[in-house]
C-alpha cells in the first residue's frame, strides 16, 4: 500500500509539473523570455554603476525594499563600465554612470533607453589655497590659459587620475583640448592636429606629479602626500576639504574657469537587453523617479552634489559648498561641448603616443623557487601582455615611445636587470623575462632599492616615475629598514605598488605601500588583471 501511494503521488506532481509547463508556453513561449526567468524569478533589480554614485546605494536598496522588490548594485569604473556592458549586458537592467558621453560609447546605440540626468558633479581643479593666492587666483575670473600659463611657467603642479581609465581623467582632458583649441562649435578631427594646440597640451600634463587609476585612491594619494593640486569632482573636493580641515591641513581652493569645465550629469538609465518584462521596466521608473525626487535631490546636495547647472535648490549649506573654497552656486557653470565618438578615440590615442607625460617604471619581478611551474609561466604572460604594443593598446595601456621600461629580476637577491629607452621597443625585454629561471628564496628588498636608485636619477619634470613589486612569497632576507631610509626624511617621490601572488606576504607589501604612498593590487586570482589595473597608476 505504501508503495501504491508513492507511485500515486509521484504521477500527482508529475501532472502538476505538465500543467505548469503548457502555461508558461502559452504565456511566454513566443516572448523570448528565458525559463529561469519565471521558474526562479528572485525579483531582483540589477543596477552597474559608477563608484562615483556609492553613497547613494542604501538609499536606493531601502526604497526598492519598501516597493517590494531587491536592488542589487555593482560598482565599477565609468570606463570599465562601458567594457563590461559591450561585452555582455545581460546580468544588468539599469545603468548609473557619471557622464552621458560614456553611453555614446557603446557598441550598440539602442542598448540604453530612458536616460535622465540625476545631478550635477563638475570636474575641476583645487590648488592649495596659499597657493592660489600665490597665483593670484583667489576671487578672480579665469580662463583655462590662466591655469596652463601657472604650469608652463613653472608655478603649479597637481595629481589627477588616468586619462585613459577614469572619467575625470578623460573629461578633464577633453575640456581642456576643447578649451585650448577655442571652444569650437564642433571639434573635427582636423582640428586635433594643430601644433599649437598639441605643444599646449604637452605643456598642461607635464604638471603631472601623480597618476592614479582611480578617483577614490586619488584622495587617499593626496591626503597621504605633499601636494600643491589635484583635479577630481567637485564633491569629493568637498569630502576631501573637511577632512583636511579636521586635520588641521589647509583646504583646497577650486578653481571654475569661465570659458567652460567638465560637468557630469550622472544619468540613470534602463538597460534594454530586448527584455519584454514590463514588471522591471516599472521597476526602473520607479528608482529614477525617486532618485530625481526633491528628497534625494535635497541629501543629494548635502554630500556635495548640484541639482543644475547654476547651483543647488535649497538654500546653500555654507558647511557643504563652503564660499572659502572657491564655491559659488550663484554662477551658471559653462559646460564644455563633448566632441563625436570619433574625435574623442583620436584624442585619446593622441594623448597616449604624445601628450602624456612620459614614465619610467621600474617592475621587480620575483623568479623565486616557489614560482617554478604554472607561476612564472603565468608571470611571463602577463608581462608579455601589458608589455606588447599591440595587445596592450586594445585596452589603452600600451607604453609610448617615450616611455621608459626597466626590469629587475630577483630571488634571494637581485637576479637580472635588464631594461629598453623606448616604450614601444620590447621585443628584447619580453623575450628576456621568457629567459627567466625560478630558483632560490625570496628579497622584495633589494630589488626595490635598486628600483629607486635608478629612478633617482630621472628628472621628476620630464619623467613620472614607478615601482612595481610583484612577489609570490615572504621576504626572507633583506629588511624594511633598509628600504624606509630612502624616505623618512627625504622628500622621495617615487610610489611603489605592490601585486600580491601565491602566498605573498600582504602585511610586508602594505607596509612599503604605506611608506611610499603606493597600493596593493590582488593578483592571486589572476595576473594579468593585477598588472593591467596597476599600469593605469603610472
Given at each position: 500500500m505504501k508503495r501504491k501511494a508513492k507511485v500515486n503521488n509521484n504521477i500527482k506532481w508529475f501532472w502538476i509539473v505538465v500543467i505548469f509547463f503548457a502555461i508558461y508556453l502559452f504565456n511566454y513561449g513566443s516572448s523570448g523570455n528565458n525559463i529561469t526567468s519565471v521558474l526562479f524569478n528572485d525579483n531582483t533589480f540589477r543596477i552597474i554603476a559608477s563608484t562615483s554614485t556609492k553613497s547613494m546605494d542604501d538609499e536606493i536598496i531601502s526604497y526598492a525594499k519598501k516597493n517590494g522588490f531587491k536592488v542589487e548594485i555593482e560598482h565599477y569604473g565609468d570606463l570599465d563600465i562601458v567594457d563590461i556592458l559591450n561585452s555582455d549586458s545581460s546580468d544588468y537592467d539599469a545603468v548609473w554612470i557619471s557622464n552621458s558621453i560614456w553611453l555614446y560609447m557603446l557598441d550598440n546605440s539602442k542598448l540604453t533607453t530612458d536616460s535622465k540626468s540625476i545631478v550635477i558633479d563638475p570636474v575641476v581643479m583645487g590648488i592649495q589655497k596659499s597657493k592660489a593666492k600665490e597665483l593670484g587666483f583667489i576671487d578672480k575670473e579665469l580662463y583655462n590659459k590662466d591655469i596652463l600659463k601657472a604650469i608652463q611657467d613653472g608655478k603649479l603642479k597637481y595629481v589627477m587620475a588616468s586619462v585613459t581609465q577614469t572619467n575625470t581623467g578623460a573629461t578633464t582632458y577633453l575640456s581642456f583640448l576643447n578649451s585650448l583649441a577655442g571652444s569650437p562649435e564642433i571639434l573635427t578631427e582636423d582640428m586635433l592636429d594643430d601644433e599649437k594646440l598639441l605643444d599646449d597640451l604637452k605643456a598642461f600634463f607635464k604638471g603631472v606629479e601623480r597618476v592614479s587609476g582611480d578617483e577614490e585612491y586619488l584622495e587617499t594619494m593626496y591626503l597621504n602626500g605633499k601636494y600643491d593640486a589635484m583635479i577630481n569632482y567637485e564633491s569629493s573636493m568637498i569630502e576631501l576639504n573637511k577632512k583636511l580641515v579636521q586635520e588641521g591641513k589647509e583646504p583646497l581652493y577650486l578653481i571654475y574657469p569661465i570659458d567652460g569645465v567638465a560637468i557630469n550629469d550622472m544619468p540613470f538609465a534602463y538597460i534594454s537587453n530586448d527584455k519584454t518584462d514590463s514588471d522591471n521596466k516599472e521597476k526602473f521608473d520607479l528608482l529614477q523617479s525617486y532618485l530625481r525626487s526633491d528628497e534625494v535631490i535635497s541629501k543629494m546636495e548635502k554630500l556635495g552634489y548640484r541639482?543644475?547647472?547654476?547651483?543647488?535648490?535649497?538654500?546653500?549649506?555654507?558647511?557643504?559648498?563652503?564660499?572659502?573654497?572657491?564655491?559659488?552656486?550663484?554662477?551658471?557653470?559653462?559646460?564644455?561641448?563633448?566632441?563625436?565618438?570619433?574625435?574623442?578615440?583620436?584624442?585619446?590615442?593622441?594623448?597616449?603616443?604624445?601628450?602624456?607625460?612620459?614614465?619610467?617604471?621600474?617592475?621587480?619581478?620575483?623568479?623565486?623557487?616557489?614560482?617554478?611551474?604554472?607561476?612564472?609561466?603565468?608571470?611571463?604572460?602577463?608581462?608579455?601582455?601589458?608589455?606588447?604594443?599591440?595587445?596592450?593598446?586594445?585596452?589603452?595601456?600600451?607604453?609610448?615611445?617615450?616611455?621608459?621600461?626597466?626590469?629587475?629580476?630577483?630571488?634571494?637577491?637581485?637576479?637580472?636587470?635588464?631594461?629598453?629607452?623606448?616604450?614601444?621597443?620590447?621585443?628584447?625585454?619580453?623575450?628576456?623575462?621568457?629567459?627567466?629561471?625560478?630558483?632560490?628564496?625570496?628579497?622584495?628588498?633589494?630589488?626595490?632599492?635598486?628600483?629607486?636608485?635608478?629612478?633617482?636619477?630621472?628628472?621628476?619634470?620630464?619623467?613620472?616615475?614607478?615601482?612595481?613589486?610583484?612577489?609570490?612569497?615572504?621576504?626572507?632576507?633583506?629588511?624594511?629598514?633598509?628600504?624606509?631610509?630612502?624616505?623618512?626624511?627625504?622628500?622621495?617621490?617615487?610610489?611603489?605598488?605592490?601585486?600580491?601572488?601565491?602566498?605573498?606576504?600582504?602585511?610586508?607589501?602594505q607596509k612599503i605601500a604605506d611608506l611610499t604612498n603606493g597600493k596593493i593590487f590582488d593578483g592571486k586570482s589572476g595576473l594579468k588583471q593585477a598588472f593591467k589595473e596597476v599600469r593605469s597608476y603610472n
Open positions: 541639482s543644475w547647472y547654476g547651483g543647488i535648490k535649497d538654500d546653500v549649506d555654507t558647511n557643504v559648498f563652503n564660499p572659502e573654497w572657491g564655491i559659488d552656486t550663484s554662477k551658471y557653470l559653462k559646460d564644455m561641448k563633448y566632441p563625436s565618438k570619433s574625435v574623442m578615440t583620436k584624442a585619446l590615442n593622441i594623448y597616449i603616443e604624445t601628450l602624456r607625460k612620459p614614465t619610467h617604471v621600474v617592475f621587480c619581478l620575483d623568479v623565486s623557487g616557489s614560482m617554478y611551474g604554472d607561476g612564472l609561466s603565468e608571470l611571463q604572460d602577463a608581462m608579455s601582455y601589458i608589455l606588447d604594443y599591440d595587445t596592450a593598446s586594445k585596452d589603452n595601456i600600451q607604453f609610448s615611445q617615450k616611455d621608459k621600461i626597466t626590469v629587475i629580476s630577483f630571488n634571494s637577491d637581485i637576479d637580472r636587470v635588464f631594461d629598453t629607452k623606448y616604450g614601444n621597443d620590447t621585443k628584447s625585454v619580453i623575450q628576456d623575462i621568457n629567459s627567466l629561471w625560478a630558483n632560490g628564496g625570496t628579497n622584495i628588498y633589494s630589488p626595490t632599492i635598486k628600483a629607486l636608485e635608478i629612478l633617482k636619477k630621472e628628472n621628476l619634470n620630464d619623467y613620472t616615475t614607478t615601482v612595481i613589486l610583484m612577489t609570490d612569497g615572504q621576504s626572507n632576507n633583506g629588511t624594511f629598514n633598509d628600504l624606509s631610509r630612502y624616505y623618512v626624511g627625504n622628500e622621495l617621490n617615487i610610489p611603489v605598488y605592490g601585486i600580491t601572488f601565491g602566498d605573498s606576504s600582504e602585511f610586508q607589501l
